[in-house]
């Protein structure tokens, strides 16, 4: 839908059955520019007949693909892939337009989803089963299928990547799938979908809605057709849909909140710390699942590096993520800087002391100061909730136990980090922290090849790596006699 040559903002559709269908007789949702403030376009909302449509095609598509060779689902992923590259420069500016993070992370991220889909295109092939030696003419084979057809969510934070994560292990195993992306940031969903068509992916194999969550989610997880359930958002909605999948027994993989903890030790690089912590912190300002949040920094370093990172996050250049100055675009929706300030005035008024930030910026948009904040005693909110924005808190710790007992302490396990130059104290802590996932000198967490996943309340399951493909097959066990 559309058009490459041009590089203006899309008209918004969903691809149901074959078709793109526009707002034409349709509820619909007005997508705004978090930069601006301003309609960038009207979203077709689906109906429950739409929704009846994309499960019907999502039927006809997993009988099509689950006997389509391997070859040829990984021609597809491998097409879609040059496409998304041939395409950056429109992806990546409607994706910065309609999510308000830079231009320059919006092109990472259409080249990491580019490469996603080139390494399930290989990962796929190596689909290994196993067989049992019995008595002689007798055996037993245990292969893997793929699961069925998948009702994926994605969340707005990463329009483009989040939406390929959904798309390719799937494709890749032989599944369908009804992706329901953000109703935020639709158009870099639509262009993954369209890559993916537009390299010869059959039309029921891939359904693209948007509506009300809640309705879409209620209608799909009622449907026997979909036999998994996909999830990236918040703790609270991964709850709400895993008991929905349960009255049908559906498999979930749930990517939900996190509140990571970053563990800052004496013998730390101070300067690569504070570089690695600033721009990871302001990294679609701070809305992102593995942002560092929780600073906890021993004693015999801790003034040198509060100093030295307030005095970083305080000069970060904010603005519009289409100019090249920006360093950090505007927070996703007015949802964002209001809870954002919502937490800041709990913490100050817990005894919390701002170094830097704190306020909303007074232009159009939804934009927030980067803020660092000291002093906040464990009974402020932000203490215990994500705050999925660009603050930081930073208390001090003597002890490596006391450090590690802080980094346990909430119910999330998602992503945590240390900086430390002692060999033997990283060992220690890879096995003492509790996280998905654990970035040691380091805020890079994801890569095609390695899975992306947490623990606790944090969720179950992995995407990426063999791990994110092994989550979209069952088992089967076939006994010869
Ligand atoms: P939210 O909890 O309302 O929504 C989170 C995501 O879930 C959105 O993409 C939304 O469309 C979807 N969603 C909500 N209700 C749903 C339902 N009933 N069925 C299906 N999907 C549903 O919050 P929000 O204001 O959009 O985002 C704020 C919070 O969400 C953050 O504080 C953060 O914890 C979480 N979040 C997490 C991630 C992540 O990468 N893990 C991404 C985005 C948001």
């Known amino acids: 839908m559309a ?13 149901i059955d074959g078709e793109w ?26 109906s429950a007949a739409d929704l009846d449509r994309a499960l019907e095609a999502a039927e006809r598509g997993f009988r099509l693909w689950r006997s389509t060779p391997v070859e040829e689902r990984a021609r597809v992923l491998r097409g879609a892939a040059q496409l998304l590259r041939d395409r950056i420069d429109i992806i990546a500016a409607n994706a910065t337009r309609e999510e308000g993070k830079t231009l320059l992370e919006t092109r990472i991220e259409t080249m990491a989803c580019a490469g996603l889909f080139d390494f399930y295109a290989e990962e796929a092939k190596r689909n290994y089963g196993r067989v049992l030696v019995r008595p002689a003419g007798t055996r037993s084979i245990v292969t893997r299928e793929p699961v069925g057809p998948v009702a994926a969510f994605a969340p707005w934070n990463f329009p483009i990547h989040n939406p390929g994560r959904k798309l390719g292990a799937p494709i890749a195993a032989g599944c369908s799938v009804i992706l329901k992306p953000a109703e935020e940031a639709p158009a870099s969903a639509m262009a993954v979908v369209q890559a993916l068509i537009d390299a010869g992916c059959p039309a029921d194999v891939c359904q693209l809605v948007f509506g009300v969550p809640d309705e879409v989610s209620r209608h799909l997880l009622a449907s026997q057709v979909i036999r998994k359930v996909s999830f990236t958002g918040s703790t609270a909605v991964g709850k709400h849909l895993m008991k929905l999948a349960a009255d049908t027994m559906k498999r979930t993989t749930m990517e939900l909140g996190g509140h990571a903890p970053v563990l800052i030790f004496d013998d730390c690089d101070l300067d690569k710390a504070v570089d690695l912590l600033a721009t990871g912190k302001v990294r679609n300002a701070g809305q992102v699942c593995v942002s560092p949040t929780r600073f906890y920094i021993q004693e015999g370093i801790h003034d040198r590096f509060v100093a030295a990172y307030t005095q970083r996050m305080a000069a970060v250049q904010v603005g519009d993520g289409l100019l090249p100055d920006s360093q950090m675009g505007p927070m996703a929706n007015p949802r964002r800087p209001a809870a954002i300030a919502d937490l800041v005035a709990d913490a100050v008024s817990h005894g919390g002391v701002i170094g830097t930030g704190g306020e909303r910026i007074d232009r159009d948009g939804f934009f927030f100061q980067p803020t660092v904040l000291s002093n906040v005693p464990l009974s402020a909110r932000i203490m215990n909730e994500e705050p999925f924005g660009p603050v930081v808190v930073t208390s001090p710790f003597r002890t490596f136990d006391e450090a590690v007992e802080q980094a346990n302490r909430l119910p999330f396990g ?18 003492a922290i509790e996280a998905g996932m654990i970035g040691i000198n380091t805020t890079s967490l994801a890569a095609a090849d390695s899975p992306f996943q947490g623990i606790k309340e944090s969720g179950h399951g992995s995407e990426d790596g063999p791990e994110g493909l092994a989550a979209c097959y069952v088992t089967k066990s076939i006994h010869q006699v």
């Open 414 to 431: 998602l992503a945590a980090f240390a900086f430390t130059e002692n060999g033997r104290q990283a060992n220690l802590l890879g096995s």
């Open 21 to 46: 269908l526009t707002a034409a007789g349709r509820r619909t949702q007005t997508v705004i520019n978090p930069a601006t403030g301003d309609a960038l376009g009207d979203l077709p909302l689906a």
């Open 3 to 15: 058009d490459y040559e041009n590089t203006g903002y899309p008209q918004l559709g969903m691809y």
